[in-house]
């Protein structure tokens, strides 16, 4: 009979939690799990899936606009925001309960508490202590606000899913896709959206064509995106709000709405108490096994601050639990994780970006069109389809791929899947395309763009 409670405690149910539970109990450990908020983490409750339910929402006025190049005729129409949150507390509802079936039906004992690391093998869950051979950390990310004069009248994604009333205007603050989203969904809804970001342009670390195509479609769309902007403070006089720039210049607004990055979720978890070893933004270190300095304890998902990506934490779960419970050595690859962005436009991409080719690979091809999508050929639209692709000219390899327009998500999953099988552009070539499509351009682009010194020379 083993001394601990449990072989395994897991401190957070999200989606890497709750994978790295399930997955645990199935193969033979005996599994507890704590979470003091709602199953699902980040994602099922104010994340990926109620901000995808919101993109949905946000698309349909445009498609009335559209629809009237077909024939149709869309008579009156209005917008009734607490249905929309009505709808998606009860998904999400749903979603809760489904996690807590999976973690039931795979064993794994579900306390709803507040958990505290004790000592390398135990842990503090709401006032009760209990043991584990090992004791693994999921507790995600969570919003980070900049110490600001008035910072208490901020919005963060965590509050802005149950807002009471959909505002008429919105400020919202940061350059990352998460602000980038809330800005496409926010001007959907018809809301007067205003998005500053205090850099010259937003998605530091896309491709520099994606980064300004986005920014063109946006614009045309009807957001005011302002760069090299930042908010000094932010004062509330009744209903409004106040927000002062650091160039002096002042917006009044109903909300201003905060998406500048999260910080990993480890106050108050007692870590460094036990020789767990942080970050200097207090992500948990940790090695390819997912092993921090205190041998017992584990970590991984966004508190690792390495890829904040969920069905990332997923498969960091799953590589944990198959290398302690099972044995193996499997090793996480973070290399062409393929990633969507659900703008408006939508991105969708996979690989390196141009810069990094250029810097990895030396000489490189790049193929590029920038068309009209087939809808929008009646529907009056002016909104325009980004299709890149990167080529290493010594092997022929696919190492980029990026593309800005809709269902960008959809059609990058595919070509993720290339990636892995180390397609070459020989391979597109000989792919048959799918007529009539988006999507076919990645197979039908022949001839590469002037290289940047023949474009100079021109």
Known sequence: MSQYDFDLFVIGAGSGGVRAARMSATMGARVGIAEDWNLGGTCVNVGCVPKKLFVYASHFREEFHDAAGYGWSVGDRQFDWKTLISNKN??????????????????????????????????????????????????????????????????????????????????????GYI?????????????????????????????????????DEMIKKGVDLRFNANIASIAKDGDTLTATLEDGSVLETDVVLYATGRHPNTATLGLEAVGVELSKKGAIKVNEDFQTSVPSIYALGDVIDRVALTPVAIAE?????????????????????????FSQPSIGTVGLTETQA?????????????????????????????????????????????MVGPDAGEITQGIGVAFKAGATKADFDATIGIH?????????????????????AE
């Open 90 to 175: 009860a998904e999400i509802s749903r979603l809760n309960g489904v996690y807590g079936n999976l973690l039931d039906g795979a064993g794994v004992e579900l306390f709803r508490a507040r958990a505290k690391v004790v000592d390398p093998h135990t842990v503090d869950v709401g006032g009760k202590h209990v043991t584990a051979e090992r004791i693994l950390i999921a507790t995600g990310g969570w919003p980070t606000v900049p110490d600001i004069p008035g910072k208490e009248h901020v919005t963060t994604s965590n509050e802005f899913f149950f807002l009471d009333d959909l505002p008429e205007r919105v400020v919202v603050v940061g350059g």
């Open 317 to 341: 779960g799953m590589v944990f639990s198959h290398n302690t419970y099972k044995g193996e050595s499997r090793k996480m690859d973070y290399r062409d994780i393929p990633t969507a962005v």
């Open 179 to 215: 602000a980038v989203e809330f800005a496409g969904i926010l001007n959907g809804l018809g809301v007067e959206t205003t998005q500053l970001y205090r850099g010259p342009l937003f998605l530091r670390g896309f491709d520099e064509d994606v980064r300004g195509f986005l920014r």
């Open 358 to 402: 250029r810097e990895e690979y030396g000489e490189v091809d790049i193929y590029r069109s920038d068309f009209r999508p087939m809808k929008h050929t009646l529907s009056g639209a002016q909104e325009r389809t980004l299709i890149k692709m990167i080529v290493d000219r010594a092997s022929d390899r696919v190492v980029g791929f990026h």
């Open 436 to 456: 009539p499509t988006s999507a076919e351009e990645f197979v039908t682009m022949r001839e590469p763009v002037p290289q940047p010194e023949a474009q100079a």
